[in-house]
């Protein structure tokens, strides 16, 4: 059992006031700060209302896409998979995703910010592989396009609330301006009861953040909350869920943490999560405004290396030439 719990403990905060850069109220902006902050410490999870900001028609018109895109036969999605380019960008079988050691019950299609000279042999380095469903491609790189702005804006708005000066998020900025970011689309079919595990295994995020757009499928995203209880982050309109990654942990030497989630989607439907990630060769350390954080001492990581460490053993099949990394 999850959790009687409903998600709606979790905060939701809108971003609003950092959306429009025109119209800047400081007080407003302080106040999204604040609270970013407090949901940072206490979950590592929030709903952000993006309502005023993102017309929600559009992720619904992904779904839609994404629907026709899983709905082929499978030696069509076959032809996007991803021993096709680096093992790590296009499409993955149902349970071919591993999380602690069991099969996920999920396919997908990732895709990752685009490099200037593709290798495939190389691992995370290849290109892209988009369906050929018409107009997905386009559609969704405009998403992506969005969610990159929003993913800045939300570091802003969280540095601030961290009690970083203009210096300071400069210096942080450098190292995710050029956001080595991620594109996950989603196909869960109905967990069946006898499976020997989830839809997605419990684990924490890599980066820094995640701007997921759920279906309204209930109880299928679940939030491990500090006190060792597991709830649910059933989606609300208007807003997306929000979760940190690890490189928030690194940056604040423990104050805030990844949390543990896992999926449990007894439905049938598609989720677009969005991960907004360090720059490929950001040297991520804790941060000076963490300094009088005590006890945990994290160590600096290149985000390159930690990324391409998660991504070699995330899939069934061996995705790096020579073994797995670890
Ligand atoms: N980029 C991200 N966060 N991808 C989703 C990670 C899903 C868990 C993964 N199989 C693991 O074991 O880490
Ligand atoms: O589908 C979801 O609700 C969450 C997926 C997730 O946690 C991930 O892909 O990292
Ligand atoms: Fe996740």
């Given at each position: 059992m999850g959790s009687a719990d409903s998600g709606s403990q979790l905060p939701i905060i809108s971003i609003a006031p950092y959306w429009d850069s025109q119209s800047a109220n400081t007080t407003e902006r302080e106040a999204v700060s604040k609270a970013l902050?407090?949901?940072?410490?206490?979950?590592?999870?929030?709903?952000?209302?993006?309502?005023?900001c993102v017309d929600l028609a559009e992720p619904e018109e992904l779904a839609r896409l994404a629907r026709e895109f899983f709905a082929l036969p499978q030696v069509e999605k076959d032809k996007i998979a991803l021993k096709h380019q680096d093992f790590a960008r296009g499409y993955q079988r149902l349970k071919e995703n591993v999380t602690n050691g069991k099969a996920d019950n999920h396919e997908g299609i990732d895709i990752y910010r685009p490099v200037e000279n593709p290798d495939k042999s190389r691992p995370l380095w290849g290109e892209n592989q988009w369906p050929t469903v018409l107009g997905f491609q386009t559609k969704y790189e405009k998403w992506i396009e969005k969610m990159k702005k929003l993913g800045m804006i939300?570091?802003?708005?969280?540095?601030?609330?961290?009690?970083?000066?203009?210096?300071?998020?400069?210096?942080?900025?450098?190292?995710?301006?050029?956001?080595?970011?991620?594109?996950?689309?989603?196909?869960?079919?109905?967990?069946?009861?006898?499976?020997?595990?989830?839809?997605?295994?419990?684990?924490?995020?890599y980066g820094c953040l995640t701007l997921l757009y759920a279906d309204p499928t209930k109880s299928a995203l679940q939030v491990f909350l500090r006190k060792r209880l597991w709830i649910n982050a059933d989606p609300i309109p208007g807003c997306i869920v929000c979760n940190i990654g690890e490189m928030w942990e690194i940056w604040t030497n423990g104050l805030y943490k990844s949390t543990l989630h896992r999926v449990v989607h007894r439905g049938t439907n598609y989720r677009i999560p969005?991960?907004?990630?360090?720059?490929?060769?950001?040297?991520v350390a804790p941060l000076p405004v963490a300094g009088d954080t005590p006890n945990e001492v994290y160590k600096p990581i290149v985000y390159g290396e930690f990324l391409m460490k998660k991504v070699g053993s995330n899939f069934s099949v061996d995705p790096v030439p020579g073994g797995k990394h670890d």
């Open positions: 902050h407090a949901a940072c410490v206490e979950y590592g999870f929030f709903y952000l209302d993006i309502s005023q939300l570091m802003e708005a969280m540095a601030y609330g961290l009690g970083m000066n203009a210096e300071e998020w400069r210096d942080l900025r450098a190292q995710v301006d050029d956001s080595f970011w991620v594109m996950r689309i989603i196909g869960y079919p109905s967990l069946p009861d006898d499976h020997d595990g989830f839809s997605c295994g419990a684990h924490k995020d969005f991960f907004f990630e360090p720059n490929f060769t950001a040297r």
